[in-house]
Every structure is written in C-alpha cells, then in structure tokens.
C-alpha cells in the first residue's frame, strides 16, 4: 500500500485516478482548492497550488511516497501570465515540495500539446506516424508550451536533484463526468442524452485521431507511480488505436440507434488531417497497454447517462476555460 498525493483530484482526470487508487487500498490524500467535493474518497487537503504558504499549511509535515500532479488550466485562458502562474509556477511549488520531503516518485500529467498538436492553433502534419516520444517538440500556443516546459521543469529536477519523475503526454481523454479538460465530453453526453444529433470531435469523416479512455490514463498514472524503469522518462499515454471519423460515427450510432452524427466539432485535434500515436515505449519498459476501446468509452459514457450521472453532476459542470484549476 502506498501512500499517495493527487494534486488536482477533484478534477476530470483527478477523481478517476483517485477512486483507482482507494480501491487498490492505498492511503489516498487529494489537494485542491475548492470545498471537499461530495463522495471524494481519501483525506482533502484544501489549497492553492499558485500559493506556497497554502500549500505548506495545508500540507505540513506530511510525507508521501507518490505524487501525481493533475493540476493545469485546461486550455488557453487567453491570460499567458495566469498560465504560466498555474501551470508552471504551481507545478514548481510541488517539485520542490517533493524534492524537500524525498517523495519516491512524482508523475505529470502532461499532453500531446507539448509536441504542437493543439486545437485552436493550424494542424502541422506530423513528420511521421506514429509519432513516438522522439519526434520534435514544437509548441506554438501558450497552452501547448507551457505543457512542454513542464516536462522540462520535471525533468530538470530529475537531472539536476535526483527527484524520480515521469511525465505522461495524453492524449484527448474520453469518459463520462467532463469537466475542466473534459467539458467537451459533457456537451457530447448532453447531446447523445437528448438522441437526436451528436457532433464528434472530427472535421471530417475521413479525419483520423487518436483518444484514450479516462480509466487508462488513471491506471498509466498509478504504474508510473510504481515501476522502476518509469524515472526519468517521457511516455506517450493514447488508446489501443487511433480512430476515423467514419468509426467513430459507426459507434455511436451502434450505442444509439437512430441518432444523427455530424462533424465540425471545434476542438479536433488533427482538424481533418491525420494524427496516430505510438505506446510501444510503453509497452517495453512498463509493461504497460491501455485496455478500453473508443466503443468502451462510448458505453460507459452512454451507461453514466442512464445511471443519471448528467443529473447528478450537473451542478459540478466546468464550462470556462478562464474558471482555473478544479482542484
């Protein structure tokens, strides 16, 4: 049983890797900033990543042997200096912080921005695909470079102090309860709800892009957090495949029958191109494979709508960007 610290829990990607973690039986911390969220599992910890008094004071003398950092504004706000404030400044805090107390291992969620892939700047077709971890990097927005600087920041305190991190580029990730980088999929589960017309995050049905599944992204960060041969290393984090529009559409309409699929979503990642990631660094070092399919996904957001989930989270929903850090 490890003792763990998930920094951003009450987030999309947070509450997911913290309910993965309570029911493996670890002794489960979540800091964030906001009021304990209902049904949150493990012990709260209230405070502002931005601010090192708060984090201090809301973590003391506390010791842990894993961090996982969730925390990031989840898109551009249109502030550089609050993103840099948050994504950079807040992740440093907790880098030293993990320093100061020897945490065995820190891991980051970062993203595939950090490569340049990022919806609201032009596509750039990759120079190959694949793309594994050792293609450039070249961020051209203030979201995607911020992501990729802190890697660097990460990996800085790897070279330079020893601290073991790892840094996992997601993907766009899919599952049911969408907020902050998720509050597309919560307008998705709003129109597949309703069971006349869904748009998919496609210009085109001939589009191909690559997503994962909340519960991979939570079981990559939890083998991150234990395998050796995770420290000090860049992986992507995608799903089994990537996925055309065409199929896409095919699966939705095979979860709801009847229901008319459009494309133009605004946020395609490769915005009617192509754009494939690879896992076998994954799979090689970490022993590690994502295990959900994009028709999983699908069902699991279709069975959290009929279990009532948009009625209950309705009142949690993150809309706005410029809202900041849940969590």
């Known amino acids: 049983m490890a003792k763990c610290l998930v920094i951003g829990g009450s987030g999309y990607i947070g509450r997911e890797l913290v309910r993965q973690l309570a029911a493996r039986g670890d002794e489960v911390f979540v800091f964030g900033r906001s009021e304990r969220p209902q049904d949150m599992p493990g012990e709260w910890l209230q405070g502002d990543i931005t601010q090192a008094n708060t984090i201090e004071a809301a973590l003391g003398d506390l010791k842990f042997d894993i961090i996982h950092h969730v925390a990031s504004l989840p898109g551009d706000t249109g502030d550089p200096l609050q993103m840099v404030t948050v994504n950079l400044l807040g992740l ?3 880098l030293i912080y ?27 077709a990759p120079d190959y ?17 911020t992501k990729r600087i802190q890697e660097i920041l990460a990996m800085t305190f790897y070279h330079q102090y020893g601290l ?15 907020r902050g980088g998720g509050r597309g999929w919560r307008e998705f589960a709003e129109m597949l709800a309703a069971g006349e017309a869904v748009q998919i995050p496609h210009f085109s049905l001939d589009e191909l892009c690559h997503y994962v599944d909340l519960r991979d992204v939570a079981r990559m960060h939890i083998v991150a957090g234990e395998h050796p041969k995770a420290s000090g290393e860049v992986f992507n984090c ?3 495949g990537p996925t055309r529009g065409s199929e896409f559409a095919a699966i939705i309409q095979g979860v709801t029958p009847g229901i008319q699929v459009n494309t133009g979503f605004p946020w395609s990642m490769a915005q009617g191109g192509e754009i494939e990631f690879d896992m076998s660094k994954a799979k090689r070092l970490l022993d590690f494979a994502p295990i959900y399919s994009l028709q999983d996904t699908i069902q699991s957001i279709k069975d959290w709508i009929d279990g009532g989930g948009l009625e209950e989270d309705r009142s949690q929903s993150d809309r706005a960007y410029s809202s900041g850090v849940r969590g």
Do not use: Q
Not at 164 to 178: D, H, M, N, S
């Open 92 to 94: 440093t805090h907790l």
């Open 98 to 124: 993990a320093r100061a107390t020897e945490v065995k291992r820190f891991v980051l969620s970062s993203s595939i921005s950090a490569y340049e892939w990022y919806p609201a700047t032009k596509f750039a």
């Open 129 to 145: 695909m694949p793309v594994d971890e050792e293609h450039p990097s070249r961020p051209k927005d203030i979201y995607a470079s």
């Open 164 to 178: 073991a991190v790892t840094a996992l580029r997601l993907t766009a990730v899919v599952g049911p309860g969408g």
């Open 238 to 240: 995608c799903g089994p």
